[in-house]
């Protein structure tokens, strides 16, 4: 199947066409950074107009850059949720109203789904396998069965990972976003200097929490405002280590409990440096079979969206026109779909 995909969940506006569900054809992202930058995140009025604006122009780029027709494409998959609900809106009305004028079928994807599965425009991954999601929204284990077979084994009781990134980056005075600028300014920084705490690390389940480890930089910059001024590459590196660390520790207790030695690292964080390395470490240490995508594939984009989208349409699953932005979806949510199916 040839497939327009669109995402506009967050602050790129992003379409792609995709044969297959796998082989990616265009990818194109219009990222909003820029503006939301002079404002320390993401402003969501501002993003949604900028989604506006962009959302035509992704979509003709990526036909272009495809050599595809209007006329050619079988169908539409655009993010449905979660992400924030009028950014989501620009992505669904653009969708609808290709499905609509071209009559070709329409399916809106979970953005979380897409990150677990963006791997298969690399290379196929055999079920069942563990999956980590972190992204500026999510910090999620999952058990992975089978596309829309998704279970929770544990997430982030308060902020999530990159969410931890870029408010800790923001606090030693990090230009948005704050994940990238905090990898840049680790890669000099000593990992060991500051010895920061590793949350709910022994608490027996898979759940993560971050927003303590935000205090004890805050805390610690308190004590050593001396820091900002010389140090801050040892604080962010510090800092880093003890992310990827908890990260890795709980994914490797999934794996460990489980018995699945497959696993897929998935969403914006998945870009980090240290957290590549530290995966890989305990991979190449455990016999773990690592799947990690490429940088451009971990971070938002719309190819992603075709890997489910695909699935879904070829297994005859349609949206209507009723599809509404879904602010937040649980991915176990999806097995009411999945059921729709069988
Ligand atoms: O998946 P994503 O692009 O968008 C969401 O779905 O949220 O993830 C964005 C998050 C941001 O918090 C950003 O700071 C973080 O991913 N991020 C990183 C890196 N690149 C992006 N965090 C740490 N290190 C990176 N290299
Ligand atoms: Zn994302």
Not at 195 to 200: G, H, Q
Request: hydrophobic share 45%.
């Amino acid at each position: 199947m040839l497939l327009l995909s669109l995402e506009s969940s967050c602050d790129e506006t992003a379409a792609a066409v995709v044969r297959d569900g796998r082989t990616v054809l265009s990818s194109v992202v219009a990222s909003q950074i820029d503006v939301h930058a002079e404002y320390g995140g993401v402003v969501p009025e501002i993003a949604s107009r900028q989604h506006l604006e962009a959302v035509s122009l992704v979509v003709e780029q990526a036909l272009r850059e495809a050599s595809v027709g209007l006329d050619e494409l079988e169908g539409v998959a655009v993010t449905q949720g979660p992400g924030l609900a009028g950014a989501l809106l620009v992505g669904i009305s653009a969708a609808k109203g290709l499905s609509l004028g071209r009559k070709i079928p329409l399916v809106g994807v979970n953005h979380i789904e897409g990150h677990l599965l963006a791997v298969f425009l690399e290379q196929p991954v055999e079920f069942p396998f563990i999956a980590l999601a972190v992204s500026g929204g999510h910090s999620h284990l999952y058990r992975v069965d089978g596309v829309g077979r998704y279970t929770t084994l544990g997430q982030t009781v308060d902020d999530a990972a990159g969410e931890a990134f870029d408010k800790v980056a923001k606090l030693i005075g990090l230009p948005y976003p704050g994940g990238v600028a905090i990898d840049r300014l680790a890669a000099s920084g000593d990992a060991n200097a500051i010895k920061f705490p590793r949350p709910l690390l022994h608490d027996g389940t898979y759940n993560f929490s971050f927003s303590g480890l935000k205090t004890a930089v805050l805390t610690h910059l308190n004590k050593h405002p001396e820091a900002r001024a010389a140090g801050l590459n040892d604080l962010a590196a510090s800092f880093q280590e003890a992310v990827c660390d908890v990260l890795t520790r709980k994914t490797a207790a999934a794996v460990a409990a489980t018995g699945i030695k497959r696993l897929v690292v998935a969403g914006g964080v998945a870009c980090n440096s240290g957290l590549r390395r530290s995966m890989r470490a305990f991979a190449d240490r455990q016999g773990v079979e690592l799947f990690i995508p490429a940088p451009p594939l971990c971070a938002d984009n719309a190819a992603m969206i075709a890997v489910p989208g695909d699935y879904y349409l070829s297994t005859g699953f349609r949206s209507g026109f009723d599809l509404d932005a879904l602010p937040v979806w649980p991915l176990d949510r999806l097995a009411a779909r999945f059921k729709e199916l069988c």
